[in-house]
């Protein structure tokens, strides 16, 4: 493949190995999850079962001890040609083990491992290695955007214990159906300040509150509902200020764009099983007597099809390189608030260039292959539904992009 991306790192070599066992089973179940609009638990069995839903926990707890953003990009690409669907999802639970793994490694390295603190963020993450943890993840509300949460906590004693209650509703909670956890952004006003806090609370949580409304064009089998909270108790333990409300903070910027790049490599794995697909039907089908790849027109589209795929790969390999060059940068020294743009910056054009590129190609694949494709039978119908939700994931919307990417390059920061 022309520009084909690789595993940079040991680990991100064992999980992508992984990943490309799974695709060819992902693929023969896709049709049956995106018919009954429901999600393919056995996917996520054999998610459990190869290690990749434990990829970010260290080593020592049971985990692969992946830490590359580029290789988790190409695994979440790998499993999107089998399934987007469920490689959107466990991104999710990926974002929030990588966070927790990175402040445990830290916790371990400055305490040492029998500290208590260390043992204490450990325990999540040995229960994600032995599959009783699985965290899905949500920013997203109706009205807003993911700076202006409405959804808000407030101060409430529970018995003898201090803590909080949430009241609000997030959508697009994706792979909330399975999940054991969810973890969501809300409005924090005390006498501290206006912040933003991030939260981690059981689904099982009385007064968190599936609704069960997932239905949509694409990514049926994302389990993407909504999720009520009416008066659910967050404990202190489990709320975390990230940065004032409405205004980007250091690690809100760096967290999002890290967690969300890797959204684009599900969309980059559509493009390319679409593809595959007509490529391997254009080398056995004739028409009037001739094999439709030695047509001109054909050629033609193929060749366009080739354009656009590896412009996709160029950009995000390159983005993917430059994050975890970030972070390798940032570890001893601290970022600025500039840096952090950047990063955010290098995401919002790989997004643009990636889901663009991809809707080209399943279109041509489609174009290819004429009216069998356009048929919800055939494979390509569900592609190309599931590949038009790229734009629409946050941040940035598509009317927003370029004005953020405009900023950044004239060097006017957003605060909001």
Known sequence: MTFELTPRTGPGATVVTAAESLVTTFAERAEAADA??????????????????????????????????????????????????????????????????????????DLGPDHELTRDLAEPLRKMASGEMLVCATATEIGTDNLHPVT????HRHGDRDGWRINGQKIFVTMSPIATHVSTVARLRDDDGDDMA??????????????????????????????????????????????PWGKWSLKYLEFRAIANIVLVGAFLGIAEAAHDIALAKLLTRSRVGQLAAEQSGIQNLVGEMALELAQCRAVLGAAGVQMDEYCERHLTSAASMEDAHG???DYQI?????NRGAIGVVSKAMDLLGGSGYTNSHVLARLYRDVRAGPFMQPFGPAELREYVGQVTLGQYPER
């Not at 009954?36 to 080593?59: H, K, W």
């Not at 690409?77 to 990926?94: C, E, F, N, V, Y």
């Not at 790989?350 to 990636?354: G, M, R």
């Open 343 to 345: 990063l955010m910056n």
């Open 198 to 243: 991030n939260i981690v609370l059981p689904m099982d949580t009385p007064g968190l509150l599936p609704q069960n409304d997932w239905d949509a064009l694409g990514m049926r089998g994302s389990g993407s509902q909504s999720v009520v909270f009416k008066d659910a108790w967050v404990p202190e333990s489990a709320l975390n200020r990230i940065g």
């Open 152 to 155: 808000e906590v407030v101060r």
């Open 350 to 354: 790989a997004k643009w260039t990636v």
């Open 36 to 109: 009954e609009n429901e999600m393919c638990r056995e996917n996520f069995d054999d998610l459990f079962t190869s290690g990749i839903s434990s990829a970010f926990v260290p080593q020592e707890l049971g985990g692969f001890g992946l830490e590359s953003i580029h290789d988790w990009t190409l695994v979440i690409a790998t499993l999107a040609r089998g399934d987007a669907s469920t490689a959107i999802a466990i991104t999710m639970h990926h974002a929030i083990a990588r966070r927790m793994a990175q402040i445990y490694s830290l916790a371990n390295t």
